[in-house]
């Protein structure tokens, strides 16, 4: 599974592209803003987009999705649906976030934990992590070993909880749940910031270890 990040908007969120090397198709995932960079970057891939995967439900993860679905005719898939509440709120998010107005927009299809989403012959098992927001889903390609993770947990650090119904105590029990799971060598793909694996923050993350949290 060949991952391409494309950062975009002012937060510096990390787009991901996934791309089947066999069939040449790709996914989008988490496409927060800046769709003609995302458009731009698709067509120097010369890979045919084939749908939008959301891992949650914040503006600066979805705001492209609805322009790039309409403009390639995909579909928006994900988060789970208990972040139905956050797209309700999309111009309130936009508010807050500084955004440009947004009308509320819904993925074609939510996802739960268990599930598995496809692009090209890849495969991709789904996760449901709850807490930075209750519908976070994750995304993880067992043959490449990487780990799509949005906002769940970051190079030294984990998501946010001071947002509407975000949870500190359930963030921390999903990550140890879910993403701790994984083998050391696993990648793990942030939403922010740069790529690290799951030993590296076993080990020395330090919300994780309990120092801080």
């Given at each position: 599974?060949?991952?391409?990040?494309?950062?975009?908007?002012?937060?510096?969120?990390?787009?991901?592209?996934?791309?089947?090397?066999?069939?040449?198709?790709?996914a989008?995932?988490?496409?927060?803003g800046?769709a003609?960079?995302?458009?731009?970057?698709?067509?120097?891939?010369?890979?045919?987009l084939?749908?939008?995967?959301?891992?949650h439900?914040?503006?600066d993860h979805?705001?492209?999705?609805k322009?790039?679905?309409?403009?390639?005719?995909v579909d928006?898939?994900g988060?789970?649906?208990?972040?139905?509440?956050?797209f309700?709120?999309?111009?309130?998010q936009?508010q807050m976030f500084g955004f440009?107005?947004?009308t509320?927009?819904?993925?074609t299809?939510?996802?739960?934990?268990?599930d598995?989403i496809?692009?090209?012959?890849?495969?991709?098992?789904?996760?449901?992590?709850?807490?930075?927001?209750?519908?976070?889903?994750v995304?993880?390609?067992?043959d490449?070993?990487q780990l799509?993770v949005?906002?769940?947990?970051f190079?030294?650090?984990v998501g946010r909880?001071?947002?509407?119904?975000?949870?500190?105590?359930?963030?921390?029990e999903?990550?140890?749940?879910?993403?701790?799971?994984?083998p050391?060598?696993v990648?793990?793909?942030?939403g922010?910031?740069?790529?690290?694996?799951?030993g590296?923050?076993?080990?020395t993350n330090?919300?994780?270890?309990?120092?801080?949290?």
């Open positions: 599974m060949k991952v391409v990040a494309v950062p975009v908007t002012g937060f510096a969120q990390n787009c991901r592209i996934i791309i089947c090397e066999q069939t040449n198709k790709a989008l995932v988490d496409p927060g800046d003609e960079k995302l458009q731009a970057e698709l067509a120097a891939l010369n890979c045919e084939e749908a939008i995967y959301l891992t439900g914040h503006l979805v705001g492209a999705a322009q790039l679905a309409d403009h390639f005719s928006i898939i988060p789970h649906l208990d972040d139905k509440f956050w309700d709120a999309l111009p309130m936009a440009a107005p947004i509320p927009f819904y993925p299809k939510w996802l739960n934990h268990g598995t496809t692009v090209g012959e890849l495969t991709l098992a789904v996760r449901h992590c709850p807490g930075h927001t209750p519908g976070h889903v995304f993880y390609h067992q490449s070993e799509i949005g906002d769940v947990i190079q030294g650090s909880t001071d947002f509407p119904k975000g949870d500190s105590a359930q963030l921390l999903s990550i140890k749940s879910e993403i701790l799971s994984f050391d060598e990648a793990i793909l942030p922010h910031g740069p790529n690290t694996t799951v590296h923050e076993r080990r330090p919300f994780i270890s309990g120092r801080f949290g």
